[in-house]
């Protein structure tokens, strides 16, 4: 079936860079999402990516590449507070999937 | 705030029990999708709804169902439950009925059986 695979886990220092990876087997996704959830709450939006290339907002961009099925979220100037559960997600017409998070660990 | 409330926030029953999540979408927003999200695992999609009308399913049991009414509010009912029901379980609206849509979730009804 289709899905869309990311690490389990990473660890980041306080105030570096991290890099998520998400990769999927299947085209036709119209817009591949990404959300962050806190434990215990709910997800909340992130970034989308259509079209190839990046998209920057802020302190977190996010990259998309559709013949290779790869996306990646890219955290800038780490703070604790961006220790959270990272959700890929694609999108069509007619399916929905998500990746299982990647859990991100920040240590001071 | 997203605006997506759910109702209740948390509810304890017992096996073989029936049970009714409720949630409000935001306002303007027509889809509403259904989550379970089981202790420390990922979002299982269950069904969406589109302006009254189921539009998408996942992986929702047939002891599950769900219904959107004409003022686009919407109720996921569980019925005959299991203790592997316990979970969260999350509404998210959006604006259209295209699954490639940012989502907006609420809350979560926060379900334990017992």
């Known amino acids: 079936g289709q899905n869309i695979d990311q690490p389990t886990e990473m660890t980041a220092t306080e105030g570096a860079i991290v890099q998520i990876n998400c990769t999927y087997q299947t085209s036709g996704f119209n817009g591949l999402f990404w959300y962050q959830q806190h434990a215990g709450e709910a997800p909340t939006f992130l970034s989308y990516?259509?079209l190839d290339g990046l998209e920057e907002k802020g302190r977190f961009s996010s990259f998309l590449s559709r013949s290779k099925g790869y996306s990646y979220l890219l955290l800038k100037e780490l703070q604790m507070k961006d220790s959270a559960s990272y959700l890929c997600e694609g999108g069509s017409n007619y399916q929905l999937i998500w990746g299982a998070g990647t859990k991100l660990i920040i240590k001071p | 705030d997203s605006g997506v409330t759910q109702t209740p926030k948390h509810l304890i029953t017992a096996t073989g029990q029936r049970v009714t999540l409720r949630c409000s979408p935001r306002s303007g927003d027509l889809s509403v999708y259904w989550y379970q999200q089981s202790l420390d695992q990922g979002l299982q999609f269950l069904i969406q709804y589109y302006n009254g009308e189921e539009r998408a399913k996942g992986n929702i049991l047939e002891r599950f169902s769900a219904q959107q009414f004409p003022d686009l509010h919407s109720e996921l009912n569980l019925s005959s439950l299991e203790l592997g029901d316990s979970a969260l379980y999350f509404c998210?609206?959006?604006?259209?009925?295209?699954?490639?849509?940012?989502?907006?979730f609420g809350p979560g009804t926060r379900l334990t059986v017992l």
């Open positions: 990516n259509v």
């Open positions: 998210a609206s959006s604006v259209a009925s295209n699954l490639a849509d940012t989502q907006y």
